[in-house]
């Protein structure tokens, strides 16, 4: 066994504050020691977790390379640290959970440490959706905001997600250069058990401003049907009470999804975006007769949404295989994509924004990984348009006046003076009000998607992953440049080839990055066909189009 490796477990055995945690390694240097193949032992001793987008992320297990008490208490101790250098001691910080494993005692010793270190901690009440915590750092103008989850990852994973209440976007998820500054200092952090807590926290339930807050998105008085699934998550009954109070109270929520699970047992991911995860939701809207189909992330910050698609199978890039026809005149249902959710709320929340804002003044944002038509749709209504890199920590940060941001992986910000970040919960209760709005005109909201196409042209997306290691997808991002395409780099690790509009006005669009959290390389395509009063010819012809973008996408990123 390697001694190095056996030295660096027992400090850390030494310095670990858990019993259990203790246990569990020693168990495995002692199996390690006496004959056990020590790769174990050396994954949960490998490279600490960074304290990347928006902090922490990973599997729940001892050791540096995992998230567990220890990890907690240095990561908030840097955190606190880095506070106090910037002049915020005894500013008031808010800490929240999810229900994941390791959650309540991951938020105990943030809120512990922060206490100690002589803030003004306020704990949100048991498990809470994500955008509640960013809700509450904007409301009490706290310093800083800790939330414990990992969203959407898998159930052996947790997390550790801050938002600052300071700087050029209070409430936000915290950026460069705070997140390398933050990290350096828990690089200098003390040992976990030499940080000091203390439980002098106290309670903060802001879901009564929050939920008075969503009564302002709502706009139609028209009743609607929804089926909704929080997926084994925290966003359930908040979801359901915002619902409730903007008028909508005919809501039916997938039984077997209602109540928060660690281990969501009905997925293998329990990701929206992911194929079959919807099916329960499907089933149940197509069985209510449900107008609209809701599914909230596990955390809540995202939202995405199904839509009956007529009669016959599904049609269209969102397709949501089983859960859509019934074969018995029961209408199909798709759910619909984030690009194409982010159409219909761009220009919904520019169409009610009109009157509040001089034209020139609104913002919308989205990255550059996610579809063109919104610029187009900004430039229709007078807006201004913003393009980012990915995450919602450089979407809120587009410029002054934002109305609206979204990215493509079904994150939406339709509030943000209220959350400074996606939210899947106030996304939902706009969605609703923007069907409601379509029913009471006998119009649907794929009728309104048609609309846009017949305005803007028809812009189909769709993604593309490729297994691989975090090197080979950095050089396949470094080396192309194929022919025929114009290139730039919106950043060194994102690469853009464009094919200009021809002389009909077809333009094709190709990103490519390697994934920040899994090894892969990411690539998000798009086609574009002009305007055309024949909408269903127009969109036969992008989907055939898209088909072939990427076949040669395929063959571009091998």
């Not at 840097?78 to 005894?90: F, I, M, P, T």
Request: aromatic share 4%; proline share 8%; net charge negative.
């Amino acid at each position: 066994m390697d001694p190095g490796l056996r030295d660096r477990t027992l400090r850390w055995i030494a310095d670990d504050p858990e019993p259990a945690d203790r246990a569990a390694l020693q168990q495995l240097l002692v199996a390690a020691m006496t004959g056990a193949d020590p790769a174990d032992l050396a994954g949960v001793m490998g490279e600490p977790l960074r304290f990347g987008t928006a902090g922490l992320r990973g599997p729940v297990r001892p050791g540096p390379a995992g998230m567990n008490v220890a990890v907690v208490r240095r990561a908030t101790a840097g955190l606190a640290a880095w506070l106090v250098s910037e002049g915020h001691r005894g500013g008031p910080v808010v800490v929240g959970r999810d229900a994941r494993h390791g959650s309540e005692a991951f938020a105990r010793a943030a809120a512990g440490v922060l206490a100690a270190a002589g803030f003004a901690v306020h704990v949100l009440p048991g498990a809470q959706p994500t955008p509640l915590l960013a809700f509450a750092v904007q409301r009490l103008r706290a310093v800083a905001g800790v939330q414990i989850t990992a969203s959407h990852n898998p159930p052996q994973d947790n997390g550790y997600k801050v938002y600052l209440g300071t700087g050029d976007a209070p409430g936000a998820q915290l950026a460069p250069p705070a997140d390398a500054r933050i990290e350096a200092a828990i690089g200098a952090a003390p040992a976990a058990v030499s940080v000091p807590e203390d439980r002098a926290a106290r309670g903060l339930d802001p879901t009564e401003d929050y939920l008075a807050r969503m009564e302002t998105l709502r706009h139609n008085g028209f009743p609607l049907r929804i089926a909704l699934t929080p997926l084994h998550g925290v966003g359930g009954a908040t979801a359901v009470h915002a619902l409730a109070r903007t008028g909508f109270t005919d809501v039916h929520v997938v039984a077997e999804q209602a109540r928060p699970d660690p281990d969501f047992p009905t997925v293998a991911f329990p990701n929206p975006e992911e194929p079959g995860v919807t099916d329960l939701l499907l089933a149940l809207a197509a069985e209510r007769g449900a107008d609209l189909a809701i599914a909230l992330d596990p955390d809540a910050d995202r939202c995405a949404i199904g839509v009956p698609a007529g009669g016959g199978p599904a049609e269209g890039p969102g397709d949501s295989g089983p859960g859509g026809a019934t074969g018995d005149g029961v209408p199909a249902w798709r759910m619909l994509t984030g690009d194409e959710t982010g159409a219909l709320l761009g220009d919904h929340l520019l169409r009610h924004s009109a009157s509040g804002q001089g034209s020139g003044d609104r913002l919308v944002a989205t990255t550059v990984v996610s579809s063109s038509l919104l610029g187009r749709i900004a430039a229709a209504h007078g807006a201004r348009f913003a393009e980012t890199l990915t995450g919602f920590k450089w979407i809120v940060r587009a410029g002054p006046g934002l109305v609206y941001g979204y990215e493509e992986a079904l994150g939406h910000c339709v509030d943000p003076d209220a959350v400074r970040d996606k939210d899947g919960i106030a996304t939902a209760v706009v969605l609703a009000d923007l069907a409601a709005g379509l029913k009471a005109e006998g119009r649907t909201l794929l009728d309104r998607l048609d609309e846009l196409f017949a305005a803007h042209g028809v812009h189909r997306t769709a993604g593309l992953s490729l297994r691989m290691p975090p090197a080979q997808a950095r050089a396949v991002v470094e080396r192309l440049g194929p022919p025929g395409w114009e290139v730039d780099r919106p950043a060194p690790d994102v690469l853009r080839l464009r094919r200009p509009a021809d002389r009909d006005g077809r333009a094709a669009r190709l990103v490519v990055r390697p994934s920040g959290t899994e090894p892969k390389l990411k690539a998000y395509l798009e086609v574009v066909e002009p305007p055309d009063a024949n909408v269903a010819a127009a969109k036969a012809r992008a989907d055939e189009r898209l088909a072939d973008l990427r076949t040669e996408a395929e063959e571009l990123l091998r």
